[in-house]
Structures are given as C-alpha cells and as structure tokens.
C-alpha cells in the first residue's frame, strides 16, 4: 500500500456510504453546519454503536449467570474479547484487559512490570503522552529506578530507533513508547524500534501506546510482539467510557491487582459491560465492510486488514490535498503566514493528524477564529500537561492541531483551506 505515497480516495460511492455511517458528520448542536477536525480528541462514532449500545446496556441481566439472557451477554463479550485480539492480532495465550480509560490500563501494565522485572533503568520517550510518560516516571520513582528518556526528531517529528535502542542496556526494566505522535503525527518505526532495543537486551519488557495509531493503520502483534498495549474505542468511531489493555502471557501471569479466586491470568476485574464489548465488534464489523468493498474474503482478519490499509491510503490522500491544495486553492505548505510544523516529507510515515501556527494569531485566538467559521480545531499550549514537554522537545510554544478522519472529504478540505486563507488575511 505503500505504493500510493500520496494515497487513494474512496470512490465516491464508498465516501457517500462511509459519510452516512458516522454520526454528526457535518455538524453540531452549537454551531449548526461545521468541521469537526478534533478526531484525536474523541473521533466520530459509529450510528452502528449507539443503537447497540443502548439496547444492550438496558437489559439489566448480570451476565455471570445461567440463564439464556446471560448466556447471550457471555457471547456479546466473547466476540468483543475476539475482536480486541483481531484488531492487534494478538496471540491467544495473552490477557485483556478492560478499563474505564487508556490511561488507567497504562497505569496498570506499567505498574506491573515495574513490580515484578528486576533491572535498574526504565526508558521511555520525550513524545509519550502524559499517561505513558508518567506511568514510567511514577513506578521508576516508586521502585528505584533511574528513568531515561529518549529524544524527539525534529525533522520526522518522531523519535529515532536508534535514540532510544543507546538507553537500554541489561538492566533496562521495561521500554514504554508509543506507535504514533498525537501531536506530530510521527508514525514510529515499531519493528526497528524493537529489532535494536531487543538486540541490546533479547527478553526486554516492551509497552506500546496506541491510542493515537489504531484508528489510522494496521497494527500486528505476530509482527511486531510486545508485551503490553492499549488503545481507546473512543478515538476508534466507538465510545468513552472505556480503555483496552493487552498484555503478552509472560506478563498476564506476574502477581497484578485481581481477585484472588480468579486465574492467575485474569485482568478483568468487576462485572464486564457487554455493550462495550459490543461496540468493539461494530468497529471491526465496519473496517471490514469497507475492506469487503476492495476484496472478498471469508476472513475476518483479512477483511480487517484490508480495510484499515484503505482508510489509511483515503487519510493520506486527504493529507497530501491538505499539505499541496489545487491550482486555484493554496495547501497549508503554500498559504504565506502560515506555518506547519514537523511537516516531515515522506506521507506514509504519519497519521492524518497535523500542527500549524499562524503569523498573525496567537493559537487559542486561531481555534476560536476557527470556531466563528464552523470549524473545530484544538489548541495545543505550553502551559497545558498534555503538550508541554512534546513542544519543548521541539522548541515550539504551541500550535493548532487539526485531526480529520477517513470519513471525511475532499470538500471538507477545501473549505478548511478556505477558512485558512481567510484567517492569514486577518
Ligand atoms: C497518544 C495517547 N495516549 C493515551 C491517551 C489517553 O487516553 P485516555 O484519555 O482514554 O486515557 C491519549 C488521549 O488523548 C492519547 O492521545
């Protein structure tokens, strides 16, 4: 797929029936018509999910029980938990583990291996979002441990494999970094990032955070094995309220908060909700709708795969009209007192997700600017916990980060390049 280093567009019969799968595609209850480019904030949802949700989360059956409507829950959980392992590829002999949040998981995987991997070091990145970040600088902190952390590139707007691979050593407890920048859009080079870091030390204990990735490319454990990783359904066309954990056998069975009655490889802890396991298998459900369109299969994974190597070509495509507009229309790189950050030049290393700054606005001035002509933006600060330490790393005192979506199109990208050149002009 790397074939297309500028992408692909859907058909314009898949973008229609992609758009009228979403919820509030095209506007709000606030500002009527609009953008809504903050998918990296919470991304649109599926119609397909609240339906379900809402039926399932009102039968009040607990479903620890006998009876057929339990059975029934058990078997809405079980496909939810087979499609979690789907979405990673993950090996059977793993655990899952659902939460409230992403960073709860994190919190918990980290923790875990902090207490039970002897070693003297833990690594992570300067990029990592708060919840990794300060998962590893909390149990360093709380076990002894002296915490590395690897810098950023910035002209990839990433973190090299070679950055971090020089922090580990034989007695590095864990390395914690994640698949993508939710800033930069960065994508990491995971495999190499896991060849040189487990070449300095074979068995290392490796976390993933997926949160930003999942939603925009194919992610393969048998390819890339680790031994942790999360990711959240809301920033996956699903619903808040829940944050997905999986951990490898080796760190399913090491002493964690569970009941003690359970298995030694249990995660779960309290009753299960059905209908978030639910929401799951409509995600999955929906990525290989769409990979049904392109090839026939009978696998699921395969239809996944496909559909998910779709999207990403559909965001890249977007990403390129973004970057480079037409001939009657500047793109970002060409729109004078605008600046984009990071802009690495090689598409197929980042997600859809990207940062500008204006010569004439401050950022929060720029979002609100945004806002008055219907579009949704966010503001990524220096004084905010959530973006500090990437920007510093990069020099920068903040931006305005714009997060689109497979589903959207390439009008939407035109009129956001229209309101752009509008706003320089101000
Ligand atoms: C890259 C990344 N990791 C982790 C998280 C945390 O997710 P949650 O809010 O579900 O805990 C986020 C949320 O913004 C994120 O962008």
Known sequence: MNNYPNGLLFSPEIMKQVQEKFLYIDEDKFSGKRLFFDNAG???????????????????????????????????????????????????????????????????????IAENVPGTNMVTTVLEHPSAFD??????????????VAMSNPVTGGVDPEKIAELIDENTVLLSCMYASNITGAIYDIKEIIRQARAKKPDLFIVVDCV????????????????????????????????????????????????????????????????QYASISLIVDYVCWLGSKYIESTDRRTLFVEGMERIKLQERALLYRMLEGTEKLPGIRHIKGLKVYLDYEDLTKRDFIFSIGFDNLGYTQAVREYEKRGV????????????????????????????????NTVEDIDEFLRVTNELVKL
């Open 135 to 148: 998962a590893v600088e909390y149990y360093a902190k709380k076990t002894g441990r002296e915490m590395r």
């Open 42 to 112: 919470g991304s649109f949802r599926l119609k397909t999910i609240g339906q379900t949700f809402a039926e399932l989360d009102a039968i009040p059956d607990c479903p620890e029980r006998i009876h057929k409507m339990a059975l029934y829950l058990q078997d809405v959980q079980k496909k939810g938990e087979d499609d979690i392992r789907l979405i990673l590829n993950a090996p059977e002999n793993g655990s899952i583990i659902p939460s409230l949040t992403a960073s709860q998981v994190m919190f918990q995987m980290v923790g875990t």
């Open 376 to 407: 949704i933006v966010y503001d990524r600060l220096a004084s905010s916990i959530y973006s500090k330490r990437m920007l510093d790393s990069f020099g920068m005192d903040g931006a305005v980060r714009v997060s689109p979506l497979h589903c």
């Open 212 to 275: 930003q990735h999942a939603p925009h490319g194919v992610i393969d454990l048998m390819e890339t094995p680790v031994d942790a990783i999360n990711f959240a359904p809301y920033k996956y066309f699903g619903y808040r309220g829940s944050g997905i954990g999986w951990v490898s056998e080796r760190v399913a069975k090491m002493p964690h908060h569970k009941l003690s009655g359970n298995k030694e490889n249990v995660w779960e802890l309290g009753s299960p909700a059905p209908a």
